[in-house]
Every structure is written in structure tokens, then in C-alpha cells.
């Protein structure tokens, strides 16, 4: 019965002492977990920080991402573009090659065409000077011939009026003469007649 007395005194001063040791050790966890609370949040907000820097690096690096593909595709369309460049000036070489080779044939036939076409022209020039020394003598000719034609001309026309002349007095002369006879022959055929009477 002591024993229980003993036992049950004990517990019920041990109670406020258990209260008061829970109580710190409540306020103790309380306060632990308010610390670890505010350090967890720290930490959360560092590693939201950490985070939208994060965001923000990888959308950096995206768009620098972005415009080194474009940098490429830019670089890759002028390296194409020079490429084709590059064939095509190989091609303008061999065209102005092969114009050139055609350019110094040609050169060779125009000197070729140049020499005959000088002797041709010379030949000509002759010729030319020949026709016109044989025009000038023709002219000469012509003149001559005109004149000649005049004089024949003129003469033709004086024999035709000496001629005209000559018949005129040839035919006064033939009918002087016609008259003549005619009146030779009736005084012929009066002196008959008286003969005859």
C-alpha cells in the first residue's frame, strides 16, 4: 500500500516536469522546425533562382541555338552560292578559253581576209584607174565622134542642097530642053506642012 502511495506521488510529481520537459522540447522542435522551414525556403527560392536562371540560360542558348542554325544555313546557302559561283567562273574560263582560241582564228583569217581584201582593193584601184583612163579616151572618142557627126552632119546637108540645087537646074535644063524639042519638032511639022502644000 506504501509502496503504491510511494509510486503514485512520484508520478504525480514527475507529471509538471514531464509537462514542462515536453513543452521545451515541443517549443525546442517547434523552433528547429521553423528554422529548417525558413532554410528549406531559402533553399527553394536559391533553387527557383538557380532555376529561372537556368530557364533563362537555356532559352539564351536556344536562341543563340537558333540563330547559329540560321548563321549555318546563311553560311551553308553563300557556300553554295559560291560553289555555284566558283563552277561558273570555272565555266566563263573555259567559255573566254575557248573565245580566245576562236578570237585568235579568227584574228589569223581576218589577217588572211585583210591581205587578200588589200590585193583585191589594189586590183580594183587598178582597174578602177584603167575604166577610168578608158572612159577619159572614150570621152575623147565620143567627142571626136560628135564633132565628126556635126561635120558629116553639116556636110551632108550642104551636099543635099548643092544636090537639090543641081536637080533643080538639071530639070530647068531637061524642060528647057522638053521645050525646045517640042517647039523644034511643030516647026518641023509646019515646015512639012507648007512642003506638003
Known amino acids: 500500500m506504501e509502496a503504491a502511495q510511494v509510486a503514485q506521488q512520484a508520478y504525480e510529481q514527475q507529471q509538471p516536469a514531464a509537462a514542462s520537459a515536453a513543452r521545451w522540447v515541443k517549443a525546442k522542435l517547434a523552433d528547429q522546425a521553423a528554422s529548417a522551414a525558413m532554410t528549406a525556403e531559402a533553399a527553394l527560392s536559391s533553387k527557383e533562382e538557380a532555376l529561372q536562371q ?5 532559352c539564351e542558348a536556344k536562341k543563340t541555338l537558333r540563330m547559329e542554325k540560321d548563321s549555318v544555313q ?4 553563300n557556300y553554295e552560292a559560291a560553289k555555284l559561283g566558283v563552277d561558273q567562273g570555272r565555266q566563263v574560263v573555259c567559255s573566254l578559253k575557248t573565245a580566245a582560241q576562236l578570237a585568235k582564228r579568227y584574228e589569223h583569217y581576218a589577217k588572211n581576209s585583210e ?4 590585193l583585191a582593193l589594189q586590183q580594183k584601184q587598178q582597174l578602177l584607174a584603167t575604166a577610168r583612163k578608158y572612159i577619159k579616151l572614150l570621152s575623147k572618142k565620143l567627142n571626136i565622134a560628135r564633132q565628126e557627126l556635126c561635120d558629116t552632119k553639116r556636110a551632108a546637108y550642104r551636099a543635099l542642097v548643092t544636090a537639090a540645087e543641081a536637080r533643080r537646074k538639071v530639070d530647068e ?3 528647057r530642053q522638053t521645050r525646045q524639042r517640042s517647039n523644034n519638032d511643030r516647026c518641023h511639022k509646019k515646015r512639012e506642012k507648007l512642003r506638003s502644000n
Do not use: R, T
Request: with cysteine.
Open 54 to 58: 537556368v530557364l533563362a540560360e537555356i
Open 74 to 77: 546563311c553560311y551553308q546557302s
Open 115 to 118: 591581205h587578200s581584201i588589200n
Open 173 to 175: 535644063y531637061v524642060s
